[in-house]
């Protein structure tokens, strides 16, 4: 990892691999090279009006009750960018929505896996009871290196395998350890 304007820069682990020896003498175009993250990290949130008013989270989203069983008036699953690095990871965009007779939710996340090296996982989560006088906001995103997440998946009985498999991604996310975290309300 080398820092250029506080950003860590991230190589793929074959990178890491070669040897110093077997780069070219001439490298002072290196000093030219203007950071630029090709893993497509967003901190795309969601889009608010200028004029609407947002505070600190009353509250937290409850996730618990989401899970309660109610009729899915409308549900839709849109993927939003797909990318696999030259073969070595994969970035995927995908936004959640669902609306239930008592309010509705919707689950932006980006998922990234550098093989060899990490796992980032961004999600921006939005929540509204119908009644409540705001709509709840939670982004969260999270990093790990490849072996610190597996070493948390082994309590899940899943292996690095599971980073390759879009469906699991659920499962894997609390295994990736929090970095950052934001609750807000916009009041309606």
């Known amino acids: 990892h080398t820092h250029a304007r506080n950003r860590v820069s991230i190589f793929i682990a074959l990178s890491l691999c070669i040897p110093v020896a077997h780069c070219s003498p001439n490298t002072h175009f290196l000093d030219a090279v203007k950071p630029y993250d090709w893993t497509y990290t967003t901190s795309y949130k969601g889009t608010v009006d200028p004029d609407a008013k947002t505070v600190p989270a009353p ?19 849109i993927s939003l960018f797909a990318d696999d690095f030259g073969d070595n990871g994969l970035c995927y965009v995908n936004v959640r929505a669902r609306a ?47 072996a610190d997440v597996v070493k948390n998946l082994h309590p899940l009985h899943l292996d690095e395998h599971a980073l390759y498999q879009m469906d699991k991604i659920p499962l894997i996310a609390d295994c990736v350890p929090l970095v950052a975290e934001e609750c807000d309300a916009l009041v309606l």
């Open 59 to 77: 509250e937290r989203i409850d996730l618990e009750s989401l899970k309660a069983q109610e009729p899915i008036l409308f549900y839709d699953d």
């Open 100 to 146: 239930m007779p008592s309010g509705f939710f919707v689950l932006l996340r980006q998922y990234i896996r550098v093989d060899k090296v990490l796992v980032r996982l961004r999600d921006t989560r939005i929540h509204h009871r119908f009644g409540w006088p705001h709509v709840l906001r939670e982004h969260t995103v999270r990093e790990g290196s490849i």
